[in-house]
């Protein structure tokens, strides 16, 4: 058997959001030590008033404890083909819940929602998106794939993650780095995605997941073989040490899975 996920599990969302800070900071140290920067991928969902929880917390007040924003570069995993002040829109959430209450002493990201002129052609919208991943990590030399210094996702009750849904045939698309999906199982049902190869090539990857509605699906991720072709089984496999999960004692009843409870 290769290398396993990382299974974090905590008492609750507070306890989780600390560790969660403390593992962002890693990232971001290593993001800067590689190339002055921190690239980072994140969905929507119950994730944003998570992140604005372990981020905007005041710390310790060390350097290891600091969040420099102006060197963040935010873009999403997904997103829904809607206006940015739509209520599906993850750009809205993430605004809403973490990019408006940043003080102003901690900066201010570079953040990369989607071109709104392409509402109607959502083919041409994942093409500009790529167009703009490609100007942050492929600039300088032609790369097959971008690496993020961190995503980080959620998983839904289907065991979906970003807009990879179970079964459809996005999760075999190997070449482009953004896919449309017009079909989605979720509406709405026009989106764009990050595609499997790109998640599982980042450096790190981190999903949360608390509460008990969580606690069936992630049972099958982690103890079934069926759950190892959803797509969080399919980010397991191929992100193997790289992925962390970070889950609260609801969310992992019952789970035979060997757990951590620190990093």
């Known amino acids: 058997m290769g290398k396993q996920p990382n299974l974090y599990t905590f008492g609750d969302v507070d306890e989780l ?40 917390d005041r710390g310790n007040g060390s350097d ?11 873009f999403f995993a997904d997103e829904r083909a809607v206006a940015l002040d739509h209520e599906d829109s993850n750009y809205k959430l993430l605004k809403e819940e973490l990019l408006d209450k940043i003080p102003a002493e901690l900066g201010k990201p570079h953040v990369h929602p ?23 990590f492929a600039a300088k030399d032609s790369v097959k794939l971008p690496v993020f210094d961190l995503l980080l996702l959620g998983c839904g009750p289907d065991g979906h993650t970003c807009s990879l849904f179970p079964n459809h045939p996005l999760l075999r698309e190997a070449d482009a780095w953004v896919a449309a999906i017009e079909n989605s199982p979720k509406p709405p049902a026009k989106r764009i995605t990050l595609t499997l190869p790109v998640v599982t090539h980042g450096i790190k990857i981190a999903y949360v997941a608390t509460g008990e ?51």
């Open 17 to 56: 959001a600390k560790t969660l800070r403390t593992y962002i900071f890693q990232c971001q140290q290593a993001g800067f030590e590689r190339h002055d920067a921190f690239k980072i991928a994140v969905s929507g969902g119950s994730l944003p008033n998570t992140l604005a929880k372990a981020l905007l």
């Open 64 to 74: 290891e404890d600091r969040v420099d924003f102006s060197k963040w570069e935010i």
């Open 114 to 136: 989607i071109d709104i002129q392409y509402l109607d052609d959502v083919h041409e919208m994942a093409d500009q998106y790529q167009e703009d991943l490609m100007r942050s």
């Open 213 to 263: 509605a969580k606690a069936g699906i992630l049972r099958q991720i982690f103890d079934t073989d069926e759950g190892r072709s959803l797509p969080c089984g399919l980010v397991n496999e191929g992100g193997a040490e790289k992925v962390s999960w970070f889950t609260d004692a609801k969310a992992v009843n019952g789970i035979g899975f060997p757990r951590r409870g620190s990093l």
